[in-house]
């Protein structure tokens, strides 16, 4: 269908992405509410919880953002007890940031909170329409 026969009163499917996120995005705020941590700390949170400990360098590629974003992220989690940085045994001259045991029961807790989060989100879908919208994200992700 072309935007000349789409009804004008009808969301496009940009504007129907848009909500779901917004949505998406609001409900992710409200989960992470009780451990005071915004997106970007969870994020960092739950790749050095399946990665391990590793360099400020590395853990920016895996969250894409700069280096100095990276900085300051760490900077966050560490004041709130959530990451050390430690020195680097393959090379002193290098930092990696790994996780507390505080920040190891947060991340665990926060992916619990999330995975509940999803599946109320998520859970008037069928399987066939799960599988079929993880499908369709990662073909638009990739």
Known sequence: MTAEERDPHEESLAELFWAVARRLRHQSRQTLGPWEVNPGHARALGVLTRHGAMRLSTLAEHLHIAPRSTTEVVDGLEERGLVARQPDPADRRATLVALTEEGTRVGAAIRAARDAEAERFF????????????????????
């Open 123 to 142: 859970g008037h879908l069928g399987r066939d329409d799960r599988e079929q919208l993880t499908r369709i994200l990662r073909t638009l992700r990739d």
